[in-house]
């Protein structure tokens, strides 16, 4: 079971949820499970008002954050975790059942950096491909093919009563040794990066005009698959100034 | 993960629910995770029949069952599993964590024999003493306890997540040897046999007119802790038999 410093560390990001009863059921779950920190993602906001003001709201809710993007909310995590399920498309990243996710959480908490952003989409049609591009893994709750979509307060309640649960206390609770030492780069610091390159790849002529939309997905995707260490990303950083300076100066002279 | 076959003899009763949307979801919840049989004991009419005939509507709402009583309803069960939290009072029955049941329930549905319900209370004050005496376990779901109260979709939502992801499929599956035939009576039979014990108990003048519901409370409790096999049950039901028609013949000699 995670300790109440580990849940500390796990946000639940709403991209544009509307409907006010869902946005309090999912802070009300998160109240049932010792998780603190929410963000809304461009709520709709007449719908995000209502939730916060209604009768019965957690404190929570009135102090839950709002950002105007995903890449934003999830700036500072280093493991982003959607939630979804797979019946209209094929993953781009890889797949996690809920109920085996738990190792992972605990890993990624053992690392004194580690922090962990769970998305859930809009009711109506879940995460888009794009949010998804900003997520190492996708969540998928073990639902029955017949009736996979589950309501958003009920979907959040399953995913963190799995997470907190199963989830191991810190490794300094006896009987577990720790982890090894792989801190991830963060989201935002991975989202500087693929800005880097996006211009190395316009300055170098390697992204015509129509593609490059589908390259900065494919590029967003790629840098979180590759488990850079940050000491990686400063690396690929330098690189890349140092390139990106002298296309500029072939170009100029 | 159960197997169709075996969440096919797992009811969700719903005692006195009043709150369509709550009803909804709590069906929603068992489509979600391939359970069928849904129970509602004496619910408030006009809102069932608003759940029932919702836009969405699942179609298990639509065959569900109405019960008079939580007897009635748990009537064929051989293992009956209240939920709710023990924030105010002592449970009556052994008490477990939601995420240590799947053993029990894999154990329970082993047997040829074994139906299991799972009952939920109504939103206000969750099951009472009384519903609670019909119940070999209390479950409890691990929640803060600054926040321990769940809405009823989301409880139901965890629990049955809990149920169908982790209890073992069937004994006759690779890798597990299947467990002793303990076959349990069902709930029905037990209150058979508690009906006869208070005629004898009258009969008897053990139970004087005030102490006649504790006594009969108790014994309810009572029966649903002593594991007696049908063959037990059924030699106490003789046994009272021959003591009742030996202490009405006296009584009239």
């Given at each position: 079971m995670l300790a109440p410093s580990q849940r500390d560390r796990i946000?639940?990001?709403?991209?544009?949820?509307?409907?006010?009863?869902?946005i309090g059921?999912?802070?009300?779950?998160?109240?049932?499970?010792?998780?603190?920190?929410?963000?809304a993602v461009s709520p709709y906001e007449p719908h995000w008002r209502e939730a916060r003001s209604a009768v019965g709201s957690t404190e929570l809710l009135n102090v839950a954050k709002e950002s105007p993007t995903l890449s934003e909310a999830v700036r500072d995590c280093t493991l982003v975790l959607?939630?979804?399920?797979l019946t209209h498309r094929k993953a781009e990243?890889?797949?996690?059942?809920?109920?085996?996710?738990?190792?992972?959480?605990?890993r990624e908490l053992d690392q004194p950096s580690g922090r962990i952003a769970?998305?859930?989409g809009p009711e109506k049609h879940g995460l888009t491909r794009e949010d998804l591009s900003f997520c190492h893994h996708l969540v998928e709750i073990p639902t029955d093919p017949r009736q996979p979509s589950m309501n958003l307060g009920q979907a959040a309640a399953v995913c963190l009563y799995e997470l907190a649960i199963r989830s191991s206390p810190p490794a300094e609770a006896p009987g577990r040794?720790?982890?090894p030492d792989t801190p991830r780069p963060t989201s935002g610091n991975l989202d500087v990066l693929a800005g880097l390159i996006q211009q190395v790849m316009l300055a170098s002529n390697y992204s015509p005009r129509n593609m490059q939309a589908a390259n900065e997905h494919d590029l967003r995707l790629m840098l979180r698959r590759l488990h850079l260490t940050p000491a990686d990303q400063r690396r690929?950083?330098?690189?890349?100034?140092?390139?990106?300076?002298?296309?500029?100066?072939l170009h100029l002279s």
């Amino acid at each position: 079971m995670l300790a109440p410093s580990q849940r500390d560390r796990i946000s639940v990001v709403l991209v544009s949820p509307r409907n006010p009863l869902n946005i309090g059921a999912v802070a009300r779950a998160m109240a049932n499970f010792g998780f603190s920190h929410l963000t809304a993602v461009s709520p709709y906001e007449p719908h995000w008002r209502e939730a916060r003001s209604a009768v019965g709201s957690t404190e929570l809710l009135n102090v839950a954050k709002e950002s105007p993007t995903l890449s934003e909310a999830v700036r500072d995590c280093t493991l982003v975790l959607g939630t979804g399920t797979l019946t209209h498309r094929k993953a781009e990243q890889p797949v996690i059942l809920l109920d085996q996710l738990a190792p992972i959480v605990t890993r990624e908490l053992d690392q004194p950096s580690g922090r962990i952003a769970l998305i859930f989409g809009p009711e109506k049609h879940g995460l888009t491909r794009e949010d998804l591009s900003f997520c190492h893994h996708l969540v998928e709750i073990p639902t029955d093919p017949r009736q996979p979509s589950m309501n958003l307060g009920q979907a959040a309640a399953v995913c963190l009563y799995e997470l907190a649960i199963r989830s191991s206390p810190p490794a300094e609770a006896p009987g577990r040794p720790p982890s090894p030492d792989t801190p991830r780069p963060t989201s935002g610091n991975l989202d500087v990066l693929a800005g880097l390159i996006q211009q190395v790849m316009l300055a170098s002529n390697y992204s015509p005009r129509n593609m490059q939309a589908a390259n900065e997905h494919d590029l967003r995707l790629m840098l979180r698959r590759l488990h850079l260490t940050p000491a990686d990303q400063r690396r690929a950083l330098g690189l890349f100034r140092r390139i990106l300076r002298r296309l500029q100066a072939l170009h100029l002279s």
